[in-house]
């Protein structure tokens, strides 16, 4: 639990505008889900209006939810790195130019059958091997 609580507490440190890190507070609230879900669940059998709050909440959390998730997920670790190098000092507009041709390339190859069945099959992991295909 205490690999959870530290990636919370980075998660809660993530205060600046870069889009980089937007990018990493959405993998750290995937890698965490599990735990949302757990405590949503837990505050459900509470007595008083949380309970009924958090039925609303987890129900949200639908197999829609955690796939498109998934999808983001898969689609933030490509561009990512872009980003990275973006926002770099030394960044000219050559290699900004190549980099964003690059990445573009990989997205276009990842919209496959194969990949969406990959990224399904994460989704499905993520949600108890119980999701279904929006």
Same mark, same amino acid.
């Given at each position: #639990?205490? +690999?959870? !609580? ?6 809660? *440190? ?7 890190? $937007?990018?990493? &507070? ?5 890698? *965490? ?6 405590? *949503? ?6 007595? +008083?209006?949380?309970? +009924?709050? &958090?039925?609303? /909440? !987890?129900?949200?959390?639908?197999? &829609?939810?955690?796939? &498109?998730?998934?999808? *983001?997920? !898969? ?7 872009? !980003?990275?190098?973006?926002? @770099? ?20 190859? #990842?919209?496959?059958?194969? #990949? /969406? $069945?990959?990224? /399904? ?6 949600? @108890? +091997? ?5």
């Amino acid at each position: #639990m205490q +690999g959870v !609580s530290q990636d919370l507490s980075e998660a809660a *440190l993530r205060y600046t505008i870069r889009w980089v890190e $937007k990018q990493e &507070a959405v993998r750290v609230f995937k890698q *965490l889900l599990p735990a949302v879900c757990a405590s *949503l669940d837990d505050i459900a059998s509470l007595p +008083g209006d949380a309970s +009924g709050k &958090a039925l609303l /909440f !987890s129900a949200s959390l639908n197999d &829609a939810f955690v796939v &498109a998730l998934q999808v *983001l997920v !898969s689609v933030l670790e490509v561009t990512k790195p872009l !980003s990275v190098r973006l926002q @770099g000092a030394t960044q000219d507009i050559h290699n900004a130019s190549e980099s964003v041709r690059d990445c573009i390339t990989t997205l276009q190859e #990842m919209r496959t059958d194969e #990949m /969406f $069945k990959k990224i /399904f099959e994460n989704a499905e992991q993520q949600h @108890g +091997g119980t999701a279904e295909i929006p």
